[in-house]
């Protein structure tokens, strides 16, 4: 199975108070660690969209196998960096993984949700956590069109997931690593990989 991944890292970090792309996460910044998950996982290509700060981001994924873009409308928001990743796309795939930079997801943990999705091939795939949706989303190949003309006006990829909401396939999973948003710093704290191993 051809899979891609966009990777969304385009946001002005603003209850951050500091680029979320370039938190320390586990020794590298924080961007590198999510693109390199989805390399490990099995996404070819990755594509990361930038926005703010772009030239201050991008040697941060040096020496990676990606694809860069930037995406000079991020002020407008995600559904920009969805449809300027998307444009980078090549055809033929039979599956998208799209992924928030602020949402750190392990290698083995994205390609659970692909493995799921080859399993049981749905327009959409998400996994869940009692009830709740969680990420990365996957979406069928056969949407990357859809995804390519998202728009803020239309709630971007919600729109994409509701207009397949009878094809998609909510996977309950009990891991609530896949919730993890990092918003503030509090919220790293929490997350931080080094952080998770010291707890009892």
């Not at 991008?58 to 444009?87: C, K």
């Not at 692909?114 to 989303?137: D, E, F, L, M, N």
């Not at 704290?189 to 998770?196: E, M, V």
């Amino acid at each position: 199975m051809r899979v891609a991944a966009l990777l969304l890292a385009g946001g002005e970090s603003r209850r951050m108070g500091t680029p979320k792309q370039l938190l320390d996460w586990d020794g590298e910044p924080l961007v590198r660690a999510q693109a390199r998950a989805l390399i490990e996982a099995g996404c070819d290509p990755v594509v990361v969209a930038l926005g703010h700060r772009a030239r201050e981001i991008a040697p941060a994924l040096a020496g990676l196998p990606v694809v860069v873009v930037r995406n000079e409308d991020y002020r407008s928001g995600r559904a920009t960096s969805v449809r300027a990743a998307s444009a980078a796309l090549p055809p033929g795939l039979d599956a998208v993984v799209v992924l928030n930079v602020d949402q750190p997801r392990s290698a083995a943990a994205i390609a659970a949700v692909i493995g799921r999705h080859r399993a049981k091939p749905s327009a959409v795939t998400r996994p869940t956590v009692g009830g709740r949706g969680g990420h990365p989303v996957v979406f069928a190949g056969r949407l990357a069109a859809e995804l390519a003309a998202v728009s803020e006006a239309d709630e971007g990829l919600r729109a994409v997931v509701r207009a397949h909401s009878d094809q998609e396939d909510r996977w309950e999973t009990g891991d609530p690593a896949y919730l993890v948003d990092l918003n503030t710093p509090a919220d790293v704290t929490a997350a931080r990989p080094g952080r998770r191993r010291e707890s009892p």
